[in-house]
């Protein structure tokens, strides 16, 4: 049975509840007047009877209110002068232990203890006054037994109510780190969103702004150029030190962003210029890829043309190749280290540590080492033929 069904058949649960209790209550007073109990006796635990079934009610919303009404109703029963035996057997007493389980599951555990020892205290006192009511050749026994009983009810009924508490509270606390976890997932993964496309495009765009300041014969136009092209920079280390505020790259990607491999070509166009020489070449026979697998060896291919036109000082040559064979698919970018490699200041990012984070959770291996003249970035993939 789920929550919800456990939900909607509690109320029909304490509706028969109340109907079972009052009708046995309503049978053992009517046997009560059989055996001689005076009439405002009986009609004094009917009315204690009322007040426990209420405070039953009330409990579920207020639940000092409906302990209070419940303990009122006890107290009228311990003290009703019954011959005989203990008026607290009444069956419809057993809303009182239920007001004592509904404060307990919603009042701090301190004012749960409270109410524990003001039933206890009640307890003593219907023992009290039955001992003092106790007739010739009954044991005193009798007495201690149902008191002793009576403890246990009310002690393991608030303490079962203590610890369904605390599981509740656990899984609440659990349910609350789960969501925080998936929260923090998904800053991470926009983080890395924000890194790789933002930055891609302006580094693209600053590198385009340099060819055109080395091409151009005006010197004011150079200058201009320049530093629009110093602008942009400074805009992309301005991107990386606002990133890192929002903490470090810790958690697995979440709902990437849905890029394919036939983007390469144009990605590969748009960040050519004549200073910059990017060329694409493919070999193999393409096999499909899982989602995670793809954008990885997209989000490969963006970050190391960024890396390559950002770090190194132009004319610079870059060279990108995806290799297939049945199990994987290589994505390699490598450069020729430009004319001299470039002081760009801030420290390291973030984008080759998302990019790593990327192919692992594909399954798949990233390395970056040393070239003939410049740098290797690597990435290996399974496909999905592997998996």
């Avoid at 209110?65 to 203990?86: C, D, E, K, N």
């Avoid at 629009?228 to 990386?240: K, N, S, Y």
Wanted: zero cysteines.
């Amino acid at each position: 049975m789920t929550a919800a069904q456990r939900r909607s058949t509690w109320p029909a649960t304490t509706v028969a509840a109340h109907v079972v209790l009052g009708l046995l209550t309503v049978i053992v007073l009517v046997a009560a007047r059989h055996f001689g109990v005076d009439l405002w006796q009986i009609l004094a635990a009917a009315g204690a009877a009322v007040l426990l079934h209420g405070g039953a009610v009330v409990a579920r919303r207020r639940p000092w209110a409906g302990y209070t009404i419940g303990a009122l109703g006890m107290l009228v029963l311990v003290t009703l002068p019954f011959p005989g035996w203990s008026p607290v057997m009444l069956p419809s007493a057993a809303f009182f232990p239920l007001t004592l389980w509904r404060l307990t599951g919603q009042v701090p555990v301190r004012s749960s203890v409270l109410a524990l020892a003001v039933a206890a205290l009640g307890i003593v006192l219907n023992e009290l006054v039955a001992w003092s009511r106790l007739p010739t050749g009954v044991p005193g026994w009798t007495r201690l037994s149902e008191g002793g009983l009576l403890m246990l009810v009310v002690g393991g009924v608030w303490l079962v109510a203590l610890l369904v508490r605390r599981r509740h509270e656990a899984r609440r606390r659990a349910e609350s780190e789960r969501l925080a976890a998936a929260v923090a997932g998904e800053r991470a993964s926009i983080r890395r969103d924000l890194h790789d496309v933002i930055a891609h495009t302006v580094t693209v765009m600053v590198a385009r702004i340099e060819a055109a300041a080395v091409t151009t014969a005006d010197p004011a136009t150079r200058r201009e150029l320049g530093d629009i092209a110093e602008a942009g920079r400074d805009a992309h280390q301005g991107l990386r030190a606002m990133l890192a505020t929002l903490g470090p790259v810790t958690a697995a990607p979440r709902g990437e962003v849905p890029i394919s491999l036939d983007a390469l070509p144009d990605l590969v166009a748009s960040a050519a210029s004549p200073l910059h020489a990017v060329t694409f070449a493919e070999a193999g026979e393409r096999r499909p890829l899982s989602l995670s697998a793809e954008v990885a060896a997209v989000r490969t291919v963006q970050e190391g043309i960024t890396n390559a036109l950002r770090h190194l000082e132009p004319p610079v040559k870059v060279t990108v190749h995806l290799r297939w064979s049945p199990a994987e698919v290589m994505v390699e970018v490598r450069d020729d280290g430009g004319r001299a490699l470039r002081d760009t200041g801030g420290g390291r990012g973030t984008g080759l540590m998302g990019i790593e984070e990327r192919v692992r959770t594909a399954g798949g291996t990233l390395s970056i080492g040393a070239g003939d003249d410049g740098w290797v970035l690597r990435a290996r993939l399974p496909t999905k033929e592997a998996v």
